[in-house]
């Protein structure tokens, strides 16, 4: 397992943009594929964007496309989630995660490493 540490996260205008970053532990992080995910108050968690291990495939829920970006250094063991124009909606706790399997982080579901969530909050 990789340990992950997200950062980046505020306050912000709607309309306004955050880049939240996910800093991970270890030698192995290139052979994760990752994800970010978010949990909005007295919601279940979802699934907002995936990257794969070659920096080649990405993936975006219908919500955030067009308006996010997911990206990852791996010389720098760090992924990446740019947010543009973001709305109220978009409030909830954003969380990186990390597995081999894209599968797996695309689904959701069986996910092997998890940071402790960065709060994003978006004003009207």
């Known amino acids: 397992q990789v340990q992950l540490v997200e950062s980046g996260g505020g306050l912000v205008q709607a309309g306004g943009s955050l880049r939240l970053s996910c800093a991970a532990s270890?030698?192995?992080?290139?052979?994760?594929?990752m994800g970010w995910f978010r949990q909005a108050p007295g919601k279940d968690r979802e699934f907002v964007a995936a990257?794969?291990?070659?920096?080649?495939?990405?993936y975006y829920a219908d919500s955030v496309k067009g308006r996010f970006t997911i990206s990852r250094d791996n010389a720098k063991n760090t992924v990446y989630l740019q947010m543009n124009s973001l709305k109220p909606e978009d409030t909830a706790v954003y969380y990186c995660?990390?597995?081999?399997?894209?599968?797996?982080?695309?689904?959701?579901?069986?996910?092997?490493?998890w940071g402790q969530g960065t709060q994003v909050t978006v004003s009207s």
């Open positions: 990257i794969s291990r070659s920096v080649g495939s990405t």
């Open positions: 995660a990390g597995d081999r399997s894209l599968l797996l982080v695309r689904a959701g579901n069986g996910i092997s490493s």
């Open positions: 270890g030698r192995t992080f290139s052979t994760y594929a």
